[in-house]
């Protein structure tokens, strides 16, 4: 709120303008983002799939404490899942329990660091621009441009053949192929931050730019920044498995696309090698975009005019 | 239907409450047991700054409000006798289309950007009213006229886009005028417009509410704009009538401090150029009290 | 006029600018492969020492990197797209158009069906007042766009192939009849069509919901028009306008998903063939299809901003001069 009273005002008019007028309360207060916090944590689907996702989170994290080798050859080929083997045996007798909990370490890895990569890139290079203009502006949109005319997935792929494929360079194409979506919102906000009253004063009054960046349009960016950057988790998971899915990635150490790859030669016979790391690409991906869409409604509530 | 009993006014709330839904759990009472008259003929300003719920008691009687289940409607609304308040869409479907004809404020977002005006200013013509085909259309012209629009076939033919903001809200008017409506509710007709424009605009408004002898339930935040223009004023403040007479008697006595205050801007903007509603505080609290007093 | 002239005179060279850019990153890309650039180029194949230096000499492997770089750009923009020296020096090209039939043959009825079922759903979501009815098209839209597109595809090979035996698992033919079956294209095109419906459906129920909270609903409401006339001649004709661009769009996810769902189904489509030589190194075909796709993309947003031009008026006027009228 302090920041808003820096904007001069006549000394003579407590004049309301149309929008603070009694009654037509239309306020985005910054004490609104701890509510809209708190919506977001009310919602229904917050409590289904939040609890979803940490448990996905914690698998991967203190599984492997739990299972047996992924690796180990020690038990019959193609088992079914029964109470020894939850996840039955795949085609070289490995526990599919163990594969499936390392193979989310993996998809859930690329996930989680291409999504926080593409949010800082995303902070910097946009907030650079839309503040800024000029040419790092122009130089953002192109680069956007550039990324929807080549698909990230076809980018990777070429990439992969040329350069090898590893888990590495396959994370760093797809964070440099999907920064721009984080790039774009947080360009825009920073486009219009720069124009308001208050910080063009703050301009005039000498504070840094970059001063300004931080402590205003950032958090000003936040909430659509997460909503972008929740949803790129789901979405560096869902490429990831289909270049898994096509051989791109480290064969001896596969993620969950990875052992849909393997099991693709199995359908006929053993449908849980295809169904069960699947199913899990299925919840991890619908968890992180209804909860995406859950901090969207939270902070963007629409109200009022429904016709 | 029912029909219209003689000594019914062509417009009688009473007791009107309108709530309306602010945010997911947030509600507003946007209108709070209003009551209001307008007679066959007669021409009523209603007068208030924003959030007085004067415009939200216009959309009221046209049956325009968000048709969100949240939105709730208490209290009375007749339109020349006929219960409104609780009515069926299809009846009020029927008092749109040939009882009550609407102006909003910004001629840009109220007409559709997709859509030539003539097919626009058409719709508004109940079916079989003026024949079909040629006929229509040269009704459509001539309403595009009545409007103050020059050339009609010309302006008929072009996308809102292509027109000047006055032009604009020349076809709202024609819009409104083509159904030959009882009742013309005009929801700040020109605000949305430059000042030299605005007074050409309240011209046509003006004449074309007095040449087809409607009913004018003219909305504006501007005294100044509804002086001249009405026979009856209702000043409303925090969504209820605060006031309500004769215009001239409300401009020459007013009763209540809110009025006073109003008035006193609006000399003092002709006086040394102070904003409109510099409405001291103290007056403000004074206000606000009587609405929990009230309630 | 000249508005408009100007506009897709930009436009058009934009396009090419950044069909310019993508071969030039297509190009250093190959320049960082590791190891000897001559088997970069032609993959894992034996070389003979004679074929060596032809290659050498086609792309001037000892010139300068500049030079090199003009050599190859000439090429591409001749339509020499090299040689696929896995399979008998064939042209790329060549390869590449035989297949894309193959491909289209599943991708337009995908395109198609994912646009047209979009529309409905998201504007039956829009309007109804059902709350279970919108709740459970946006409910299943958000989830099967959180479905890996090419494990529905294994998902539908295991109901519907294998478990009830309706449909085949594998190939566009029988083993060895030429010409493509259209029980093989069922499961590909539902496959293809499912995730863009999902994503299109969303899309249009938020542009119909916006458009229907629009000023001119309000006038339109105040003519007495009935909720079905509203919605068909108002809301529907602005909101879907979005819906131009995001088609445009989809085209370019559909054609580079074909690689995933072309691999599910053994179709054998350019995806494929982009599998296999990724699989084989065969680089040249890598490239090839992949400046393929990007000047299909180019080309079908360009299209895309014509049509957006045409459909909405506002645009229109950047194509024609305007006439001004005034009172």
Not at chain 1, 233 to 250: F, H, K, M, T, W
Request: proline residues 6%; aromatic residues 8%; hydrophobic residues 45%.
């Amino acid at each position: 709120m302090t920041r808003q009273e820096t904007r001069t005002t006549g000394p003579s008019s407590p004049a309301p303008d149309a929008r603070t007028a009694p009654l037509a309360v239309r306020e985005r207060s910054h004490g609104g983002q701890g509510a809209a916090w708190r919506a977001f944590l009310r919602r229904p689907s917050t409590l289904v799939f939040l609890p979803l996702v940490i448990i996905f989170v914690l698998v991967a994290v203190i599984g492997p404490f739990f299972v047996t080798d992924p690796v180990a050859t020690s038990f019959p080929k193609l088992l079914p899942p029964s109470a020894e083997h939850p996840f039955g045996t795949d085609m070289l007798g490995r526990d599919y329990l163990a594969r499936v909990v390392y193979g989310g370490q993996i998809s859930l890895l690329v996930g989680f660091s291409v999504a926080v990569l593409c949010m800082t890139f995303g902070l910097i290079v946009g907030g650079l621009a839309g503040y800024f203009g000029g040419w790092i502006d122009t130089a953002m949109v192109k680069i956007a441009e550039f990324f929807q005319v080549l698909p990230g997935l076809v980018l990777a792929l070429v990439a992969a053949a040329v350069l090898g494929s590893n888990i590495v360079i396959v994370g760093a194409l797809l964070a440099i192929t999907m920064w721009p979506g984080v790039g774009r919102i947080v360009r825009a906000e920073a486009m219009r931050i720069s124009k308001l009253g208050y910080v063009e004063s703050q301009k005039a009054a000498g504070f840094h730019s970059l001063r300004i960046l931080w402590s205003d349009v950032i958090p000003n960016a936040m909430p659509p920044v997460l909503v972008a950057t929740t949803m790129t988790v789901g979405r560096a998971i869902l490429i990831e498995s289909g270049l898994a899915y096509i051989g791109v990635g480290d064969p001896s150490n596969p993620s969950w696309g990875g052992l849909l790859n393997e099991a693709q030669s199995y359908m006929r016979d053993s449908w849980w090698l295809a169904l069960l790391p699947g199913t899990c690409i299925f919840l991890v991906v619908l968890a992180v975009n209804m909860l995406g869409d859950a901090l969207n409604d939270a902070f963007n509530p629409t109200i009022g005019r429904v016709k | 239907m029912n029909a219209p009993q003689d000594e019914a006014p062509l417009v009688s709330v009473e007791g009107l409450q309108v709530v309306l839904p602010t945010g997911e759990r947030s509600e507003v009472e946007a209108v709070r047991r209003v009551d209001l008259v307008i007679r066959d003929g007669e021409r009523v300003g209603v007068v208030g700054e924003s959030g007085s719920g004067k415009s939200v008691t216009g959309r009221s009687i046209a049956g325009l409000l968000p048709t969100s289940p949240r939105v709730r409607v208490n209290g009375s609304i007749r339109i020349s006798g006929q219960e409104m308040v609780g009515a069926p869409p299809a009846a009020w479907d029927e008092i749109r289309r040939s009882r009550v004809g609407m102006i909003f404020q910004d001629p840009l977002t109220f007409l559709n950007p997709t859509m030539r005006v003539g097919r626009q200013v058409a719709e508004s013509i109940p079916p079989g009213r003026e024949g079909d085909g040629s006929a229509r259309t040269r009704a459509v012209h001539r309403f595009l006229e009545q409007a103050g629009l020059e050339r009609p076939e010309q302006v008929a033919a072009r996308f809102p886009h292509e027109l000047s903001g006055g032009m604009r809200q020349r076809v709202l008017i024609a819009i409104a005028i083509a159904k030959l409506p009882a009742l013309i509710i005009a929801d700040e007709p020109t605000t949305a417009l430059d000042v030299t424009v605005q007074q050409r605009v309240l011209k046509t408004l003006d004449t074309t509410v007095a040449d087809l002898g409607t009913s004018l339930m003219l909305i504006s935040h501007d005294l100044a704009v509804v002086a001249n223009m009405t026979d009856r004023i209702y000043v409303m403040y925090g969504g209820r009538v605060v006031e309500e007479g004769a215009t001239e008697q409300v401009l020459h006595e007013p009763r209540h401090a809110y009025t006073q205050a109003l008035l006193r801007s609006v000399r003092s903007l002709t006086d040394d150029g102070v904003e409109l509603y510099s409405i001291s505080p103290e007056l403000r609290r004074q206000l606000a009290e009587e609405a929990v007093d009230a309630s | 006029m000249k508005a408009g002239l100007l506009h897709y005179g930009r436009l058009l060279l934009s396009s090419f600018i950044l069909f310019i850019v993508v071969i030039t990153v297509l190009f250093f890309l190959l320049e960082l492969a590791p190891g000897d650039p001559v088997q970069a180029l032609v993959g894992d194949v034996p070389l003979t020492e004679e074929f060596r230096e032809r290659i050498m000499a086609a792309y001037g492997l000892d010139k300068p990197l500049w030079e090199r770089y003009l050599i190859y750009l000439g090429n591409v923009l001749r339509g020499d797209l090299g040689y696929s020296f896995a399979t008998n020096a064939e042209p790329v090209l060549d390869i590449i158009l035989s297949r894309a039939g193959n491909t289209l043959a599943i991708a337009m009825p995908s395109f198609i069906l994912s646009t047209l079922g979009g529309i409905v759903l998201g504007s039956i979501a829009a309007r109804t007042r059902k709350r279970w009815l919108d709740g459970g098209i946006s409910g299943i839209a958000v989830g099967l766009f959180s479905i890996p597109n090419f494990w529905f595809g294994m998902l539908l090979i295991m109901v519907f192939s294998i478990t009830l035996g309706w449909l085949p698992t594998h190939g566009k033919s029988p083993y060895g009849q030429p010409g493509i079956y259209w029980e093989y294209m069922v499961l590909p095109i539902i496959t293809m069509a499912t995730t863009e419906l999902a994503y299109k459906a969303r899309i249009a129920r938020s542009a119909v919901i916006e458009s229907l909270g629009q000023d001119y609903i309000d006038t339109a409401r105040s003519k007495g028009l009935s909720s079905r006339r509203v919605l068909w001649r108002h809301a529907l004709p602005n909101g879907l306008l979005p819906l131009v661009t995001v088609s445009g769009y989809s085209l370019g996810f559909i054609l580079a998903g074909s690689v995933l769902v072309e691999r599910v189904f053994g179709w054998p489509g350019m995806g494929l063939l982009f599998v296999d030589a990724i699989e084989r190194k065969n680089n040249m075909v890598v490239l090839g299809i992949t400046i393929m796709l990007t000047i299909t993309i180019i080309i079908v947003n360009i299209i895309t901003d014509v049509i957006y031009g045409i459909v909405d008026p506002r645009l229109r006027a950047r194509l024609a001069p305007k006439q001004e009228v005034t009172t």
